[in-house]
């Protein structure tokens, strides 16, 4: 089965931009979406698709991809914005789904 | 408005099994795949299974074939999942989700508020 990759941490000043990868080899063929988790609560959807947002999320979130990698770009951070960001994508060889390993987003 | 509110905690013993129940509301229950996750205390999202309750086709993660079952239950717009021969790393909060899009681009666009499942002797 196909594996998606993630870096463990990242930190971004307060205001500043960051962006969050994604790589594996379903992402030639499938969209990657991004879910934000904080403590104790449930992933909540953010970004889709070619790069489409859920209604009540904000602007400040985007997606892209090239290749076998997948995007997720926060604008403007904000400290609200600090939690685990996950992708989460189909593997074509299995039928099955996957998700990244996550992404632990530090806002300074 | 779409909601999926699942069943309350539960404490199991090594070996035992557990079911989880979620039940959906605010959309057409058979129209839309539900997606069963999990995550263990600080662990990432781990994709477990998903059963399409239209046509009760289901699919389930390598890991847990032969000891996960995902049924649905039209009158009730339920979709129960079951664990079996527990052990301790089964102990994690389990969510179910709901699929939407399509093709290459679907995605999980409203979640369960999570059932934790403890295993303890």
């Known amino acids: 089965s196909s594996e998606l990759t993630q870096d463990p941490a990242v930190s971004v000043a307060l205001g500043q931009t960051v962006r969050i990868t994604c790589q594996g080899d379903?992402?030639?063929?499938?969209?990657a979406s991004w879910y934000q988790q904080k403590p104790g609560q449930a992933p909540v959807l953010v970004v889709y698709?070619?790069?489409k947002r859920p209604s009540g999320i904000p602007d400040r979130f985007s997606a892209s991809s090239s290749a076998n990698t997948a995007s997720l770009t926060i604008t403007g951070a904000r400290a609200e914005d600090e939690a685990a960001y996950y992708c989460?994508?189909?593997?074509?060889?299995?039928?099955?789904?996957?998700f990244g390993p996550g992404t632990e987003v530090t806002v300074l | 408005q779409v909601q999926l509110v699942q069943s309350g905690a539960e404490v199991r013993q090594p070996g035992a099994s557990v079911k989880v129940s979620c039940k959906s509301s605010?959309?057409?229950?058979?129209?839309?795949?539900i997606h069963w996750v999990r995550q263990a205390p600080g662990q990432g999202l781990e994709w477990m299974g998903i059963?399409?309750?239209?046509?009760?086709?289901?699919k389930y993660a390598e890991k847990f074939q032969g000891r996960v079952t995902v049924t649905r239950d039209t009158s009730t717009s339920t979709v129960n999942m079951e664990l079996r021969s527990l052990e301790y790393e089964d102990s994690a909060v389990y969510y179910c989700?709901?699929?939407?899009?399509?093709?290459?681009?679907?995605?999980?666009?409203?979640w369960g508020q999570g059932t934790l499942i403890t295993v303890s002797s």
């Open positions: 989700a709901r699929e939407a899009g399509e093709g290459a681009s679907s995605y999980l666009d409203f």
């Open positions: 605010g959309y057409t229950f058979t129209s839309y795949y």
């Open positions: 989460h994508s189909r593997d074509i060889n299995y039928n099955v789904y996957v």
């Open positions: 379903s992402l030639r063929d499938y969209y």
């Open positions: 698709g070619e790069n």
């Open positions: 059963i399409n309750p239209g046509g009760y086709t289901t």
